[in-house]
């Protein structure tokens, strides 16, 4: 156990469901400004969910495409319904999508109970990466400190 000066308080978790070789770029993002668990499995996020986070983030790529089964099992479970949910793609990289694909996922995303949508591509062609990565950690700040 860990005691902590009152003025401290426990790390916010961020729960990050990726693919293992998008984990650096989430790294390259996030640095270590947050305690962060990565999962790469449904079965391994689900487990992480019970030991505790505060946000969820997941790639569309997630475990072979089972972002929208994540977000079902959060949404579906009265003890993390509430959770901060937010969906992940990245169009710059090795894959490319037309803005009717982009939308569909956005949609669902929505339909389905996701706090967000963001596509990492189009932020940083739009803003460039300095303020994208900026405009994402801002987003993760502001919903700590709204729990």
């Avoid at 729960?15 to 650096?24: G, Q, T, Y």
């Avoid at 009717?100 to 596509?119: Q, W």
């Amino acid at each position: 156990m860990q005691i902590l000066p009152m003025n401290q308080t426990l790390p916010q978790t961020l729960l990050i469901a990726v693919r293992e070789d998008d984990v650096p770029l989430v790294q390259s993002f996030l640095g270590d400004a947050y305690r962060i668990v990565y999962c790469h499995t449904l079965d391994a996020a689900k487990a992480a969910l019970d030991d505790g986070v505060d946000i969820v983030v997941s790639g569309v790529h997630f475990d072979g495409g089972a972002v929208f089964d994540l977000l079902q099992h959060v949404r579906s479970r009265p003890v993390f319904g509430r959770l901060p949910f937010f969906v992940m793609l990245d169009t710059s990289r090795r894959y490319s999508y037309s803005r009717a694909i982009v939308h569909g996922m956005r949609t669902a995303s929505r339909a389905l109970g996701a706090n967000g949508f963001t596509d990492l591509g189009g932020m940083i062609q739009k803003f460039g990466r300095d303020e994208a990565v900026r405009m994402l950690k801002k987003g993760i700040d502001d919903v700590f400190n709204r729990s």
